[in-house]
């Protein structure tokens, strides 16, 4: 760097649907920056991204990687983002930290669709984004007019393309910039060779160049006269165009390439040098003013072995020093990630990602050394819950305590204690979000848990009243035991839960015995005749006798019990089933198969229509067993390319009978002799 050029390090996140080849092509551009001596690849566990034992095991990404780079004498930080729906939280979370983002897809329009949730998130907010269209060495991806189209379909903001591909038979060998109008051949490991345009693409050329003028003249009108009066403008024009609209994302430029075979690699790490916002334009987008204390903004909530808790931040104002004291306590480390390799460092400044150590008190998404800011996204709701349990009772505290480290690291995990089945319910974004969490628990903290489908809350009522005498006798020796109770017991109305009344009268039960009675009922409560808590009755005591040595609490409570497992088989038991409210989200194409999972799971629509601010998408609104939630997640997603997703609320208790219902409670009976 020379004091001529001025600059401050950048930041680039890689997002994409699953697969798509972002940890790849964070490979490559490291290779190209000379970064890292030699290309890894993900299905050989080489690479510098996906490098925890989580993400090796399953060869996909699991959590953020962050490695840092120079290229032409430049530092950029690069985020690499994890392509499972069920990781988004971590994406989400990165792309507020950055200047651009990439969003890596492969040439295949069928999978646009899969592209659309980030899309929005980067339009909602206003973050300047550039495609990648990936995977071009692959025989057949002949289809990347198609591709762009159905890209384009579900961006807000126009596609524009940078360049267009010179084949060879159906692959793509090279490209024309339509800026430069310069032509590459590509070289597999190396920067592509300059080479003049093909003859038989000129034309093409200039009507890609002429409709990315266009474009950019939609949002300048000096380049608009130009061109209605013919005049070529000049390339700096161009160029100050392309990163202004890019900036304000009012446009999003594309490009293409190949990661694994090293294809425009060079071309996009141009383009984002060129074109990507500066951190001090990227702090005013996010609110944060230029004066004032330093600021930093943290992403993500790491627990590393040797180092402790570690806040992965991005600078936006100021900088930071090792030693340093904060509001959240001292400074007691700083990380640097050159090549994605962790380091100290003793600084971080505007613009840089580092690794803050120790700020126990600081959570994501908090600012370091002031306030403001972006509102931070919210964590994703839960979809998917398992019972994890540890394989070794006395690990039961520890277990409680390394997962709420996990929620820490990732908001988008929810701890649930369920008190009524003694069960610790993990819920997250899907099977395999959760089972992540399982593998860390064992490879970090040495846990071994096993895992569960989780209880499903049902409740059981009663139908019909009864009247019944509870007595309880007994003489051993000394001091005998004595309760004596009559009680009614009625249903009530739904919702209304367990009420007791005394309606004794002339003291037949004294005074100082009735709490103990109602204490028996409850007891009994907590697990009815079918292994679930009782709801919606009333019992009334209304009279009884007692014995003036041998009465106490506890025989009043044991009558009451009897009284109970007497009279409740009486009233016409009958099972309550937790309905809930969903609200499944999906691309209106699959709106039918969205209601046929409903219909498939015991469920009754209630209506579907457009999902507000979501062109093309609708909103199928359901009543839905809460039994029948459990892997619907998995379906939805398998049936609509991963995009379907659904929000829910428990909305009433339902009766349910029949050959469902005694399936409950068989079960139900075998894991308590089981428990
Ligand atoms: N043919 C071809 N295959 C590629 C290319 N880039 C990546 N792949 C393959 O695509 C698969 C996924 O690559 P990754 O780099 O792990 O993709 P990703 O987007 O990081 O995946 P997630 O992070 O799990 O979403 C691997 O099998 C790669 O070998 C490419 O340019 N061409
Ligand atoms: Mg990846």
Not at 191 to 202: G, Q
């Amino acid at each position: 760097m020379t004091a001529k050029t001025p600059f401050r390090p950048r930041a680039a996140a890689l997002v994409g649907p699953f697969a798509s080849g972002k940890t790849s092509l964070l490979e490559a551009m490291l290779l190209r920056a000379g970064a890292i001596p030699r290309q890894g690849k993900v299905k050989d566990g080489t690479t510098v991204g996906d490098s925890s034992p989580e993400a090796r095991a399953r060869a996909m990404s699991v959590e953020l990687n962050i490695a840092s780079a120079e290229y032409l004498g430049e530092k950029w930080t690069f985020i690499d983002c994890p392509g499972s729906v069920e990781f988004h939280q971590d994406t989400y979370n990165a792309l507020m930290a950055v200047d651009a983002a990439i969003v890596v897809c492969e040439p295949d329009p069928a999978r646009a669709v899969m592209v659309a949730p980030l899309l929005k998130f980067l339009d909602e907010r206003k973050i300047p984004h550039l495609l990648f269209i990936n995977k071009v060495d692959a025989a057949g991806s002949t289809r990347l007019k198609e591709t762009l189209e159905a890209l384009q379909a579900v961006s807000e903001r126009p596609l524009v393309l940078r360049e267009i591909p010179i084949r060879d038979g159906d692959q793509v060998v090279g490209f024309v910039d339509l800026v430069s109008e310069r032509a590459y051949r590509y070289r597999p490991g190396q920067p592509s060779d300059l080479i003049r345009i093909p003859e038989p693409l000129r034309q093409e050329e200039r009507e890609a160049r002429q409709s990315l003028l266009e474009r950019l003249a939609d949002f300048d009108d000096h380049l608009l006269e130009e061109l209605l009066e013919d005049v070529q403008p000049p390339a700096d024009e161009i160029y100050g165009d392309l990163s202004k609209d890019l900036a304000e994302d009012l446009i999003v430029p594309v490009f293409f390439g190949s990661a694994e075979t090293d294809g425009g690699i060079t071309r996009l790490l141009k383009a984002l040098r060129h074109d990507a916002p500066d951190p001090e334009a990227t702090a005013r987008r996010l609110g944060f003013a230029a004066d004032g204390a330093p600021v930093a903004r943290i992403f993500k909530t790491v627990h590393a072995a040797h180092t402790g808790k570690l806040s992965f931040a991005r600078v936006f104002r100021g900088e930071f020093s090792e030693n340093q004291t904060l509001d959240s306590g001292r400074l007691a480390g700083l990380y640097a990630y050159p090549a994605g390799a962790q380091v100290k460092a003793a600084k971080a400044a505007i613009g840089d990602v580092a690794a803050f150590g120790r700020l126990d008190a600081a959570a994501t998404g908090e600012v370091i050394g002031g306030d403001g800011g972006e509102p931070w996204p919210k964590p994703l709701e839960p979809l998917f819950g398992l019972v994890m349990k540890a394989e070794k009772k006395s690990d039961d505290v520890k277990l409680t305590g390394a997962i709420a480290k996990l929620v820490e690291e990732d908001p988008s995990y929810h701890l649930e204690h369920s008190a009524e089945f003694a069960e610790i319910v993990l819920w997250g974004q899907g099977e395999i979000h959760l089972l992540v969490a399982a593998d860390r628990l064992k490879n970090r903290y040495n846990l071994q848990v096993g895992t569960a489908r989780p209880t499903v809350p049902y409740k059981e009522t009663i139908r019909k009243p009864t009247s019944v005498h509870g007595r309880h006798k007994k003489q051993s020796g000394g001091h005998g035991q004595f309760g004596d109770i009559h009680i009614d017991i009625a249903p009530q109305p739904r919702g209304s839960g367990f009420v007791f009344v005394d309606k004794i009268v002339g003291g037949t039960v004294p005074r100082q015995y009735i709490p103990a009675v109602e204490e028996g009922v409850r007891d009994f409560l907590a697990q009815g005749p079918f292994g679930f808590p009782v709801v919606d009755l009333a019992v009334t005591l209304t009279s009884g006798s007692y014995h003036s040595v041998d009465s106490s609490d506890m025989a009043f409570k044991t009558a009451a019990r009897i009284a109970m497992a007497e009279g409740m088989p009486k009233c016409e038991p009958v099972l309550l089933e937790p309905i809930l409210k969903v609200e499944i989200s999906v691309p209106s194409d699959f709106t039918s198969k969205a209601q046929r999972i409903i219909s498939g799971r015991r469920g009754q629509i209630l209506g579907y229509d457009a999902k507000p601010g979501w062109p093309g998408w609708d909103a199928v609104a359901a009543y839905l067993p809460q039994a029948e939630m459990g892997d619907l997640i998995v379906e939805l997603r398998s049936l609509t390319m991963g995009v379907g997703t659904f929000s829910w609320q428990f909305d009433h208790l339902q009766e349910i009978s029949g050959r469902t219902a005694e399936k409950v409670v068989e079960d139900r009976k075998a894991a308590l002799e089981n428990a």
